[in-house]
């Protein structure tokens, strides 16, 4: 399975898609290794972030999660897992990303979570998801690709 499309009708239906992902991205899955990547696609309040929070709440962030779009990045650890949140939305200068050491960021094993990685360029590597949110009436659709084993992989477990 390569691809899924989700309605999430409200809110609370994105908050769902985002911990039933949690247990497969933080090493909570028998056979399924822990970390990835998911790039977010959808216009300005599509609910990319809400999905994020959603997603780092469930894998037991606590504390203030803000919105990266000024810094670029914010990051969090729960026990020995790494966890990035970027949001390229502003995102202007590549020398930016190159003096923020963002490439070695990318190539840790860690659970890395980018809003706007079309306004990178091709500075990003291939995530294993790409998640697009598309406004459907008063809620969303989600879609679904997998672009790896890995993600193929979170997709089979999440089929209904
Ligand atoms: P983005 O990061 O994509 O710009 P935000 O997550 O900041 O968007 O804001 C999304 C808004 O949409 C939030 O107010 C959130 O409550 C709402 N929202 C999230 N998912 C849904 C949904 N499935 N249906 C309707 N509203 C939603
Ligand atoms: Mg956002």
Same mark, same amino acid.
């Given at each position: 399975l390569q691809a899924l499309t989700l309605s999430l009708p409200d809110e609370d239906a994105t908050t769902a898609l985002a911990e039933r992902l949690a247990p497969l991205l933080s090493g909570?899955?028998? @056979?399924v290794p822990t970390g990835g990547r998911i790039h977010l696609h959808g216009?300005? @309040? !599509?609910g990319k972030t809400h999905f994020v929070r959603a997603l780092l709440r469930a894998c037991g962030v606590t504390g203030r999660i803000k919105?990266? $779009? =000024? !810094?670029l990045l914010e990051s969090y650890k729960v026990s020995s897992l790494y966890f990035y949140h970027l949001d390229f =939305?502003?995102? $202007?200068? /590549?020398r930016e990303w190159v003096d923020a050491g963002f490439r070695d960021i990318l190539q840790d094993n860690a659970v890395v979570l980018i809003e706007w /990685?079309?306004? !990178?360029g091709d500075l990003l590597p291939e995530p294993d998801l790409d998640l697009h949110l598309d406004y459907c009436g008063d809620g969303r659709l989600a879609t679904l690709d997998a672009r790896s084993a890995k993600g193929t992989l979170w997709i089979t477990t999440l089929a209904p």
């Open positions: 909570q899955v028998p @056979g216009d300005l @309040g !599509a919105s990266p $779009s =000024y !810094a =939305y502003r995102f $202007s200068d /590549p /990685p079309e306004k !990178a």
